[in-house]
């Protein structure tokens, strides 16, 4: 972290006046461009929500904790090799070559054991590509560098607007890092050139699974799509589906559920999800009571402390969420439910 901290100011010292680089440097996307801005989640570092059975997290609402969660898993995925990136660009270019620049060989130091090298190459006006590459700490050749993060934007007339996608190539770092927890593509497409601003995020088998490492949380591969918008304010959306036991509390129905989600929440924080809930022991349950739905509909609202004002599910005759609070609470008012 030190060799960070001193690497980051030596780039703010030494950048000054290198209007050669200037434009290649916003190449790699501002961190606000590829993350969700949900309640209470960091989108300028990599930092996972921590595990809490204190009495306060039990008064969270459900959804407002896994849509909490969900935004907490995505911005980590975006965030550990863009934040390499953007720190290389701190720094003067090492090679300048018409229409390229190249930033490295960069090493992090700390808990990072890559080397890493960053090549920006201009395409058209305010057109950029970038690739981060990087190799195993004892290299042999220069060709053992692999490709851990790509992509390509348009830049906006103003700083942090653009249009682009990055993709982040785990399953090449765990060639260079067996250890390491992340695996499988995702893709993150995104276009804050207007209001609000839009990310749509695409996993390719991505998980957490590794026998060499029992510190992962053991995620199997899986793909998905997820989307999310945010405003200037604030405000802002996030539509998922997840694998989850909605019966959490109740040790004797362990299968898991399929939970599509939308959430929506104001600059306050104040917010609700609505959604749709199959599979499981959800999907015998509607069975057996004779109903001919095959998923089980919800909203759940919660106040700016993420606490539930007001939660309903439908059908109510599975009481699979008790019917309680006030609907005239619910910020948005009207109910989305996700496709």
């Known amino acids: 972290m030190r060799t960070l901290l001193l690497l980051a100011a030596m780039g703010n010292l030494t950048a000054c006046g290198l209007s050669d680089d200037a434009e290649?440097?916003?190449?790699?996307?501002?961190?606000?461009?590829?993350?969700?801005?949900?309640?209470?989640?960091?989108?300028?570092?990599?930092?996972?929500?921590?595990?809490?059975?204190?009495?306060?997290?039990?008064?969270?609402a459900m959804y407002y904790r896994l849509s909490q969660n969900m935004a907490a898993l995505l911005n980590a995925s975006g965030l550990q090799l863009l934040s390499v990136a953007r720190l290389m660009v701190q720094l003067p270019a090492t090679t300048r070559m018409g229409q390229s620049r190249t930033w490295g060989p960069f090493e992090p130091g700390g808990s990072d054991p890559l080397t890493y090298r960053l090549v920006v190459t201009q395409l058209g006006e305010a057109v950029f590509a970038y690739t981060l590459s990087a190799r195993a700490p004892t290299p042999t050749s220069e060709g053992e560098f692999l490709t851990v993060l790509e992509g390509s934007v348009s830049q906006g007339a103003s700083s942090g607007s653009g249009r682009g996608r990055m993709t982040v190539l785990y399953d090449n770092r765990r060639k260079l890092v067996p250890q390491s927890c992340e695996q499988g593509r995702i893709d993150f497409d995104f276009d804050t050139l207007?209001?609000?601003?839009?990310?749509?995020?695409?996993?390719?088998?991505?998980g957490s699974q590794n026998p060499q490492n029992r510190k992962c949380k053991q995620d199997p591969p899986r793909d998905g799509r997820f989307h999310a918008e945010h405003s200037a304010a604030g405000a802002g959306s996030l539509v998922f589906d997840v694998r989850t036991d909605v019966h959490q509390s109740d040790g004797s129905r362990p299968l898991l559920e399929t939970v599509l989600l939308h959430s929506r929440w104001d600059q306050t924080g104040v917010g609700r999800a609505d959604g749709?809930?199959?599979?499981?022991?959800?999907?015998?349950d509607l069975r057996n009571a004779g109903r001919s739905e095959r998923y089980v509909t919800f909203s759940?609202?919660?106040?700016?402390?993420?606490?539930?004002?007001?939660?309903?599910?439908?059908?109510?005759?599975?009481?699979?969420?008790?019917?309680?609070?006030?609907?005239?609470?619910?910020?948005?008012?009207?109910?989305a439910l996700p496709e």
């Open 24 to 60: 290649f440097r916003g190449a790699p996307p501002a961190t606000q461009q590829v993350t969700v801005a949900f309640p209470g989640v960091s989108t300028m570092t990599v930092r996972p929500i921590k595990e809490d059975d204190s009495p306060l997290a039990s008064e969270l």
């Open 194 to 206: 207007g209001e609000p601003a839009l990310l749509d995020i695409t996993f390719h088998q991505a």
């Open 300 to 335: 759940q609202c919660w106040s700016e402390l993420g606490k539930p004002v007001y939660q309903l599910a439908t059908p109510e005759s599975l009481r699979l969420m008790a019917s309680s609070g006030d609907p005239l609470r619910c910020v948005p008012a009207s109910a």
């Open 276 to 284: 749709k809930i199959a599979d499981g022991e959800v999907s015998s």
